[in-house]
């Protein structure tokens, strides 16, 4: 069954931490994504790769850096961790060409 | 500019009833893809339903159907025969350009089935 994992469902950090979410495909995939996911605003893009060692700012990148030095791995790195970067964090990944997107089950990230 | 937009933030249905979450989009491009994703309480993002913007036919799949009115910029997700499980929160996403991978989400609708 083909997925996209991400390390941890739930994670506490404290405020001032540096924060590494990670994200694995097993698809293949070119194109990864970082998302962040806030009541009443939706989704949002925070980095996106298209290709290994390459990296994109979406619309939400402050506060946030990324690493893609392997095609299966896509790391979102919190530099030093906020409150208000609390939220439920999204990787998601697709192939070109195709339309279809897997997203990993997500990390709740709580930075007290 | 929000990209899309979705104007419900929640919904009850009777079950064995019909519903309709509504999707507005802006985009300047001709060639876009219209998505829409379904997230149950545990969280996992599922893919219900895509339509791509020169697809002459509205896309269906089971109980699933998108009433794509392109003029309107306007992407409705109709569910029929709701059932328990369908209660979830439901986005509406775009993609724009043939070649940019990147999706812009709305906000979501949570909806809510009651028996």
């Known amino acids: 069954d083909v997925k996209v994992t991400q390390s941890s469902r739930y994670l506490v950090k404290r405020t001032g931490e540096k924060v590494f979410l990670e994200c694995v495909q097993d698809?293949?995939?070119?194109?990864m994504f970082w998302y962040r996911q806030d009541p009443g605003l939706g989704l949002r893009l925070i980095y996106f790769s298209y290709d290994v060692k390459m990296k994109e700012k979406g619309d939400i990148p402050e506060g946030y850096s990324v690493s893609r030095e392997k095609k299966e791995r896509f790391s979102l790195i919190l530099e030093s961790a906020s409150t208000n970067q609390t939220s439920m964090y999204l990787c998601?990944?697709?192939?070109?060409?195709?339309?279809?997107?897997?997203f990993g089950s997500g990390t709740r990230l709580t930075v007290v | 500019a929000q990209k899309i937009t979705q104007t419900q933030p929640g919904m009850f249905v009777q079950e064995k009833e019909a519903v309709t979450l509504d999707c507005t989009y802006d985009t300047s491009d001709q060639s876009y893809g219209l998505f829409w994703y379904k997230q149950p309480s545990s969280g996992e993002m599922i893919f219900l339903i895509y339509q791509g913007s020169y697809d002459e036919q509205n896309a269906t799949e089971g109980r699933y159907s998108l009433n794509f009115q392109k003029a309107r910029k306007s992407a409705n997700l109709v569910i029929s025969a709701s059932q328990l499980g369908d209660s979830a929160m439901y986005f509406c996403a775009m993609r724009e350009g043939p070649y940019d991978y990147k999706l812009s989400f709305g906000a979501g609708t949570t909806v809510t089935v009651r028996a």
């Open positions: 698809m293949d995939h070119e194109n």
């Open positions: 998601a990944s697709t192939s070109q060409g195709a339309y279809g997107y897997t």
